[in-house]
């Protein structure tokens, strides 16, 4: 599986949106609620594992050191 980006994310989710017809539709496809999907994409909250589960992702997180 790849790792993405925040902003690739995003993207990908926007092109769901597009493809599926709207935010309504997605979100009911991955079981969240339309208010939840429209403040993901537009920046006022991070995607939660109901939106990555539905895009079939998971969050990891990782430490890098700094030299």
């Not at 920046?43 to 890098?64: Q, S």
Request: proline letters at 3%.
């Amino acid at each position: 599986m790849k790792a993405l980006t925040q902003t690739q994310l995003l993207d990908e989710l926007r092109a769901r949106v597009d493809s599926i017809g709207s935010q309504r539709k997605l979100a009911i496809a991955i079981g969240c609620s339309q208010q939840y999907l429209s403040d993901v994409l537009s920046g006022r909250r991070l995607p939660g594992p109901l939106i990555l589960r539905g895009l079939g992702y998971e969050m990891e997180t990782w430490f890098k050191a700094v030299k």
